[in-house]
């Protein structure tokens, strides 16, 4: 398995606070199968303005201490970028780190609480310069929970969509368990990634997340959705996305609501 999204590298952002914890990260990602991981610290204006250089040195640094310790696990440069309506001239620029540098996939993390407007027009200048956004959790973002409709868009534009494992258990409660596995089942969903931040409660592993995954679209997608596509990503190869299916939330449909009622 190969992990597209963790805060692993130390003191960069509100992941590892320290080496030992991005040690101790890579030996329970390496425990869990997972043989590569992608650095994926945050990139936030005013908040946290890493740079590419600065990036790419921590991910070197974190790899010999790695082959220090003797943790089999290899480790690849990306970033988390907060949408920002000057995504696509910082990437025309040649300021932003792409998933394995590979100039082909963009993590991209939205608000919270909404879709911004200008996500369409920063997504479709990112395209024009041939980057495809990888948006990360939108299982967490309130806009896309209510209307799983603007994601399909997206998706249908070109957008590519990564799910949380902790999501998919459950770990991130229960309305980011319900919209994940909607999303997955609709088939808008293409790299199940950890979002790991330390070795504790938001850990590098996806065997938990497989499990589910399994059961709501089978082992063959699960396995493409944390290995073959993400393969696919840091060799920087295109994806295949397949036909979203309108597949209401669980929770929402008659069945549910009258269980809802006959079990109060
Ligand atoms: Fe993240």
Known sequence: MIDIHSHILPELDDGAGSLQESLAMGRLA?????????????????????????????????????ADNSIPLDILPGAE???????PQRMSRGELLTINDTGRYLLVELPADLVPDHTDLVFYEL??????????????????????????????RGALAQVTSGSLTG??????????????????VHFIASDAHSSGGRAPV????????????????????????PHRAIQGLGIKTGEIKNIKPAGRGISQFLKQIFTR
Request: hydrophobic share 40%.
């Open 206 to 229: 996806l065997t938990d997340a497989l499990k589910e995954a399994s059961r709501l679209v089978g082992t063959d997608e699960t396995q493409n959705l944390v290995a073959g596509n």
């Open 30 to 66: 390496a425990a869990d199968g997972i043989r590569a991981i992608v650095a994926t610290p945050h990139v936030i204006t005013g908040l946290y303005p890493h740079s590419r250089e600065t990036i790419l040195e921590a991910t070197a640094q974190l790899r010999r201490a790695f």
């Open 171 to 188: 770990l991130m409660g229960t309305a980011a368990a319900t919209t994940a596995r909607t999303f997955l089942k609709q088939g808008c």
């Open 127 to 156: 395209q024009l310069q041939g980057v495809t956004p990888v948006i990360a959790h939108p299982e967490r973002n309130a806009a896309f929970a209510r209307s799983p409709r603007h994601l399909h868009e997206l998706v249908r």
């Open 81 to 87: 970028y907060r949408l920002e309506s000057d995504l």
